[in-house]
């Protein structure tokens, strides 16, 4: 279920940061499940990268998120000894992509 809220997130972060266009694709890269969401929004700064996973960071202005979607996603993704990388998208915006072992994908 973990899993779950962690894609959600993504995905609604993408939707609040997209100017108009996210695309999510999930695809099998060898024994592992690749999710990947991007967004033609404004990016993520080179600043805040290191900090993005943090409890209660948020880019966000006050009251308008609580900082935790990131940080339960990145904790979902090791918990099933994945992870989650940052990136540019060619859309302009961000790249996240949540990568999963199939050893730590269950049926939930």
């Known amino acids: 279920m973990r899993l779950d809220q962690a894609l959600g997130n993504l995905l609604e ?4 940061a997209a100017r ?8 099998r890269d060898g024994d592992t499940l690749v999710y990947e969401i ?4 404004p ?12 409890p209660f960071f948020t880019t966000k202005p006050t009251g308008q998120g609580t900082g935790l979607g990131l940080a ?18 060619p859309l302009g915006g961000a790249r996240f ?12």
């Open 97 to 108: 992509r949540l990568r999963i072992p199939q050893t730590g994908v269950s049926n939930e």
């Open 72 to 89: 339960v996603a990145h904790a979902a993704a090791r918990d099933r000894q994945g992870v989650i990388e940052v990136g540019k998208s």
């Open 38 to 41: 991007d967004d033609d929004g």
């Open 43 to 54: 990016g993520i700064a080179e600043a805040h990268r290191p900090h993005l996973f943090e």
């Open 20 to 27: 108009s266009q996210v695309v999510a694709r999930c695809y």
């Open 13 to 16: 972060n993408a939707a609040q």
